[in-house]
């Protein structure tokens, strides 16, 4: 028999903490006090677990239709998105802090741009002034030299008087923000749409039973109750510790990250209209990034393995220091600079949380897991799960589609991104030299994938798979493109210049033997929409977007050069608002990786043309860098000097 004041009718006054069960023969007489035990034979030990037996005063009572846990960018693009597509439900968010408070997690992804435009305030961030991030400049990989990657060619960029709108040059790049002032944006934005924001309110306890979460106790001695928990609380799990989600770390990455801020810091590059490109430098024991967040603030951080650190001499402050001395262009960016004084560390520790839903909760955001930083993913990866997690919840509560899966979805799409992001950073440190430890787990880190891999074939596996979770409908994955990628891994490990799997091919056919077909969902517009999509061992192929375009074409031709012709037509006429010509190179990345994962069988006829696709070492997004050559060279005596 279990405990449930709904099996009695009997009167229970409005103000009275009630902590005896009334359930016959359970019920011992009265607690001795306001803070003892109840006296049940069943419930006295777990009190403040079984939420439901207790009936609290109504002045200490908030009731909510969804109660989130932090209000960082998750908490808050989760808030924002529910209020806009769902304006009747309840929402409310706590925070323990007050804002505004630094935060790393700085530089970000172009996909957030749409997520802030879908959410409202694109031109609040903008408006803030923010540098606009136009890419990023490396020192990384087999090569010591500087390269460059950019989400869109330099020399196409046009500088546009600020603030901007948000045009088709502005969705193409992203921001570099100061999170003192963008996370205020988006919270004032959740307030703006009906949402409340509690800030110092910190969650004390969680009260739950049986997978199920039946209340919040804040510090303050209110009770929240809610129909849907979202913990946003970053890594610090508190709704994921409290339900005991288990967590995995699928990789060996164990790092630590030190970072201060400095004031009057020159940019490495500053092109016109505020662009710049955040630095991104190994030196041999770690890697320093380079980020400015608004006009005279850049943060400035160290990551190295955490061995590096536990085994050294040095604490956190004698380290910080050390590392940036070891990088000549760090200390003349910063020659007049000032620092704040402060050194903040933290672990960077890759992580995935087992499971991220139960029966009433979700997960979100760092919540959820972590990706290494040097991709710069963390704050898309958190807002774009948060804006699928508020999909899910207004679906819920719509009573729209079978709740098992929504939460199953949501929970399958977040742990398969996270985990490609882990896959793809554990790629990105054993290409470099400075983690040789990581060279043999490169076998390990392509296991899932099927693949037998070391850095020098990287490519291989990088057209293989993990590139259908990231954003549905296209191959893309942290930013890249599959060819963005693929010459991303040309640079890291020095290779030459790359001809497609497709092109060796001038006969192409659909081969779905054995594939099974399910509906997964497409987050559009505030409704999700139930798409199909073919599954065959670890391999999927979503009937949407892009790969929708291509199995169509390949319902009508076969030969190469007609299927081109039809990939351009689908191209041209099925995506709207972006350029036919890069339409039609996203139809041809997802034609080669269907290729490569045996979703088309392929042959070659003689005097039959062939689609010709090559990925150049230098193009015009990944490129040694220029700009900064001549400034890197007249400080190497220095460093040479110093040695």
Known sequence: MTCDLSQTSLPIPEAMIVSDCPIPGNAQGPRSGPSGPPKCRLCRNARLRYSRFFIVARSELMDLDVAIIGAGPGGTTCAALIKKYLPRAEVGLFERAHFPREHIGESQLPQIGYILAEMGCWDAVEAAGFPIKIGATYRWGNDSKLWDFEFTPAADYVSEPRPRQFSDQARQLAFQVDRRIYDQILAAQAEQLGATVHFGQAVRRVLSHDDEVHGLQLDNGKTIRAKWYIDATGNSGLLRRAMQVGVSAPTKLQNVAFWDYWDDADWAVRATGDATRVLVLSIGCGWIWFIPINQTRTSIGFVCPASFYRDGQRNAEELYSWALAQEPLIGSLTTRARRSGEVQATKDWSFLADRLTGKNWMLVGEAAGFADPILAAGLTLTQTGAREAAYTVVSLLRQEHEPRWLLQHYSDNQRARIRQHIRFADFWYSANGAFTDLQDYTREIARDAGLDLNPQQAFQWLGTGGFTHDLLGQAVIGGFDLGGVRQLAQRLVNADENVWTLSHYNRFRLDLDGAVQESIPAYIE???????????????????????????????????????????????????????????????????????????????????????????????????????VDRIEALTPRAEARL
């Open 526 to 628: 505030g409704r999700i929409h139930a798409v199909p999509c073919l599954h065959r061992g670890p391999s999927r192929l979503p009937l949407v977007g892009a790969f929708l375009m291509v199995v169509k074409a390949l319902q009508k031709a076969e030969r190469a050069d007609q299927l081109l012709r039809h990939m351009r037509e689908q191209a041209q006429s099925q995506s709207a608002g972006i350029h036919p010509d890069l339409a039609l190179r996203q139809v041809l990345m997802c034609l080669e990786l269907l290729v490569n994962e045996s979703w088309v069988r392929c042959e070659h006829i003689a005097g039959e043309p062939c689609i010709v696709m090559r990925t150049p070492k230098e193009g015009g997004c990944i490129h040694s860098n220029i700009d900064l």
